[in-house]
């Protein structure tokens, strides 16, 4: 994963598979989308950190705001990935 300066974060990973994208910090997986564009974020570990939150922000493309309203109405889903 890289930074909004353009540099290598260290430990932020955005993982490529066939049924979608993973967002993982460290080893934990923290969301997931799946190639249809559903969002499912990891029930324990989706906020876990300034850190891991700020990188989250950037693989959806929004503010921890926007993803607590998504959660709220159901169009995130919380989830065990890990």
Do not use: C, H
């Not at 909004?4 to 993982?15: E, L, M, S």
């Not at 460290?26 to 974020?41: E, Q």
């Not at 503010?63 to 309203?69: F, L, P, Q, S, V």
């Amino acid at each position: 994963m890289r930074s909004p300066n353009g540099n290598q974060v260290p430990n932020q990973f955005i993982i490529w598979a066939d049924e979608g994208r993973y967002f993982q910090s460290y080893r934990t997986i923290i969301a997931f989308i799946d190639n249809n564009g559903k969002v499912f974020l990891d029930k324990d570990s989706w906020d876990y950190s300034v850190t891991t939150g700020k990188y989250r922000n950037i693989f959806l493309g929004e503010k921890r705001d926007d993803t607590m309203y998504s959660i709220k109405t159901g169009e995130y889903e919380l989830k065990d990935l890990n």
